[in-house]
Structures are given as C-alpha cells and as structure tokens.
Nanobody, 124 residues
Framework: VQLQASGGGLVQAGGSLILSCAASGRPGSMFPVGWFRQPPGKEREFVAAITWDGGATYYGDSVKDRFTISRDNAKKMVYLQMNSLKPEDTAVYYC??????????????????WGQGTLVTVSS
C-alpha cells in the first residue's frame, strides 16, 4: 500500500484547506485511514480517523467541530476538510493506513503504512 498526501499550503487564520490522501497498491479490500500532524518541534499527534467503510469517524480534541474526515472508496481517496484554521494548526500532516495492525485508530502505533506528509502553514 502506498499513500500520497497532498493539498497543504499557506492559509490565513480562519481560512480553510482540504487535504487529500490517495491510496494505491492494494486492490480490493479497503482499510481504516487516519490523519496525524507534527507541529514544528513537537510530537506527532492524532488528528482524525475513519473506518474502512466511512461508518465511523474519530477526531482529536483540538480539531473537533472544525475538521471533517471523509472517504471515497471508489476513488481510493480520503479527505480532511479543515475549517476555521488557527496558527496552532501549522504542522506537517500525514495520512496513514491501518492495513494489518488493528488496534485503536487514535494511536500512531496502530498504523503500518504512512504517506510522506504535506505542510500546512496558518498565518495569523
């Protein structure tokens, strides 16, 4: 499985961005996908996750009610709609897939495939 994250960029506080994660290399079955972010000089943190069928979604406390995760399995795409962006949302954002590991979608250790990251910068 290969993951490609895109859509990052520079945006003013209060603005919006949509991140995309394209999955390839594993035809047929789908899998849960999560978004994590790593702010400059800080640890990687959980942002959002979605089950393989989109039936359940999960969010970190700092993004709840501002970010929305969704997926289109026909296109093998997962999206992260980010609204009301704040300077503290500045980070490299990674998408990750839980293909084999199972476990809680809140934890990075549950994910066995990672994309390369896309930088989001929110100016004040």
């Amino acid at each position: 499985v290969q993951l490609q994250a895109s859509g990052g960029g520079l945006v003013q506080a209060g603005g919006s961005l949509i991140l995309s994660c394209a999955a390839s290399g594993r035809p047929g079955s789908m899998f849960p996908v999560g978004w994590f972010r790593q702010p400059p000089g800080k640890e990687r943190e959980f942002v959002a996750a979605i089950t393989w069928d989109g039936g359940a979604t999960y969010y970190g406390d700092s993004v709840k009610d501002r970010f929305t995760i969704s997926r289109d399995n026909a296109k093998k795409m997962v999206y992260l709609q980010m609204n009301s962006l704040k300077p503290e949302d500045t980070a490299v954002y990674y998408c990750a897939a839980n293909v084999y590991n199972g476990g809680s979608l809140y934890y990075a250790r549950s994910y066995d495939h990672w994309g390369q990251g896309t930088l989001v910068t929110v100016s004040s």
